[in-house]
């Protein structure tokens, strides 16, 4: 089977395109119909199919309506709906959530994490990328259509141990902390923060660090109210590799 | 999302060739269905009514009978002019480029291409719906325009049987056909089709005629014109469009021209990568 030009191939597959254009003038249930008939579903097949999906999208209140009376939201739940509503294997969304309110973000994560659950292939596209963390550990960065690295968000960090790591550290004694901090040879820098008592530490050996952090915390009674890892974000990762990739 | 429950869904159906069936309808449908909630179709019912008004207006200021061409005369060369040079070839420039060129600019073509519908369903579908459209409104057009004319003689028979309607109307479906094929690949190839259109029938069709024999044999308009029936351009401003074809030879040729281009359009779509931001860019 070729997969380029393969029309076949297109039957297990779904996509969700980033693109912000409908037939403005068709109701999402005529819309989603259309769409299956093209797949080759009989009439009454199709929109029996088109209203699960809908439903499923969570578009059945507003199936009747015209898709240019849709706000953001409701068009990018209708992309997803016309994407899964012929069962595919495969499901491709590009940038998904882009423009839903949170509580529709949380349904369609949910969603996309059940897809997976269910065996199937779902792989999504996002520059909103914190996003993605929430859908899956699992994450390919690229970059001008080259794979920077893939694998688990964590061990892509690890790949990038020559960038040091941060890590930020809210606590009741701020100069204290970043005076004992400065002792430590991994440590290449602390910044103290203006306000909110925090520090924002770089380290070259993150597991030292976090080895021998709270043996000093402990020792000198240092309350700590938050202790985060900024670059453990996807986001993070995507900036370094590209910038690897730029240097 | 709360997910539709695990019911038992049907789906589409596998014998291919039903499938194949199915999948053309689908697309003639929706593309009729754009094109009739479309503004451009306002424009062209006022376009068609051209030579409606037209037709009205010779009939009351034509004068005596006895003192005035025959009607047939006159409705043959109101027909070549309006309807074949003007009225046809509009309608198939902003019907044509915009069949598959407008899903193109709209983006909308993402949803046709991302569907299992081999490309030449996608292209026969959306020729047909255009065709249809077309000729129905053409051809409602030159319904009317030849009963005012029939109305015009006090022997209506003889005039329908000098100006047979069906044969007419068949004329202007041929042409409409030709010149849609031809526009539709410009529309789903270039980014300013309507420009290429109007620059193919003002420029190459207008000027070729003028060149020697065999050149004008690269017009549509040439095999056009030689289905018309009773009609010479000798004497007439059209005179350069002279020599005629067999009206046989002419309905083939019209019709491998469309055949190609329609050829030409789905290996445009088959092998075109849309990058819309780049065309954005540019």
Known sequence: ?247 | MPIAADRKLPGPVRNPVLRSLYQTAAVVRMTLRNVMLSKRTVLMVLLASVPIGIAVLLRNVMPEEGRRPASHEVFTGLFVVLYVYFVTILTAVFYGTSLIGDERSDRTITFLLIRPVPRELLVLGKFVAYAVSVSVLLTASLAVTHWIFSGMDYDAESFRKAVPFLTHARIIALAAIAYGAVFTFLGATFRRPIILAFAYCFVWESVLPYLPVFLKKATLMHYVLSLIPNWTAEGSVLAFAAEPIKPAQAIQTLLWVCGAFLVLTVISLRTKEHTFEKEKEL
């Open chain 1, 1 to 247: 089977m070729r997969p380029w030009g393969s029309f076949s191939v297109h039957r297990f597959l779904g996509y969700c395109p980033d693109i912000d254009t409908f037939y403005r003038t068709m109701t999402g249930l005529a819309f989603s119909t259309a769409m299956l008939r093209l797949s080759g579903f009989r009439p009454k097949a199709a929109r029996k199919t088109a209203e699960a999906a809908l439903e499923t999208a969570g578009l059945t209140e507003q199936a009747n309506k015209k898709i240019g009376a849709y706000s953001k939201g409701m068009r990018q739940r209708l992309k997803v709906a016309q994407a899964i509503a012929h069962n595919p294997e495969i499901i491709i969304l590009d940038e998904p959530l882009s423009g839903m309110d949170p509580l529709g973000r949380k349904d369609a994560i949910d969603l996309i994490r059940r897809f997976g659950e269910e065996g199937r292939t779902v792989v999504v596209s996002s520059h909103i990328l914190h996003e993605i963390e929430a859908m899956t550990n699992t994450i390919v960065v690229m970059n001008n259509g080259k794979v920077l690295a893939e694998g688990n968000v964590h061990e892509v960090r690890e790949l990038l141990n020559k960038y040091p790591r941060k890590v930020r550290i809210t606590c009741d004694r701020p100069r204290f902390l970043s005076g004992k901090l400065l002792e430590w040879e991994d440590v290449v820098s602390v910044r103290l923060e203006r306000e909110g008592g925090g520090l924002l530490i770089e380290t070259i050996e993150p597991d030292t660090f976090f080895t021998r952090l709270p043996e000093v915390i402990l020792s000198n009674k240092v309350e700590v109210e938050s202790l985060t890892s900024p670059d453990d974000t996807v986001e993070a990762v995507f900036k370094y590799l590209v910038e690897e990739k730029r240097t």
